[in-house]
Nanobody, 130 residues
Framework: QVQPVESGGGLVQNGGSLRLSCAAS????????WGWFRQAPGKEREFVGA?????????????YYADSVKGRFTISRDNAKNMVYLQMNSLKPEDTAVYYC??????????????????WGQGTQVTVSS
């Protein structure tokens, strides 16, 4: 099992940047695929991006992104530190949401489905002002 905890959210201006971090306890961190999702008020939770099981490397893994964030957001992982990151650049007001980090079994690597992730953090608020 892993328990994700997100941090790094906040208020940023249109066009600004933020880096979200996800710290996860558990010895099996490296065996999971990881995803980032977000949920705006009144909307369903939506896929932002994912990074696959790293195949034993310290920081590898294929990455996948929603079209709405492709080219602006970057996901990375550091298995030595049990950390997953979401670098968000060129932020827009429509990126405002609570952002969640989640872990899935390795065979779900790259999944954009909420129901294929087993472990979720509590979320961190990102607000982009116009």
């Amino acid at each position: 099992q892993v328990q994700p905890v997100e941090s790094g959210g906040g208020l940023v201006q249109n066009g600004g940047s933020l880096r979200l971090s996800c710290a996860a306890s558990g010895r099996t961190f490296s065996s999971y695929a990881w995803g980032w999702f977000r949920q705006a008020p009144g909307k369903e939770r939506e896929f932002v991006g994912a990074i696959s099981w790293s195949g034993g490397s310290w920081s590898g893994g294929s990455t996948y992104y929603a079209d709405s964030v492709k080219g602006r957001f970057t996901i990375s992982r550091d298995n030595a530190k049990n950390m997953v990151y979401l670098q968000m650049n060129s932020l827009k007001p429509e990126d405002t949401a609570v952002y969640y980090c989640a872990a899935a079994a390795a065979y779900y690597s790259g999944s954009n489905r909420v129901d294929e992730y087993d472990y979720w953090g509590q979320g961190t608020q990102v607000t982009v002002s116009s």
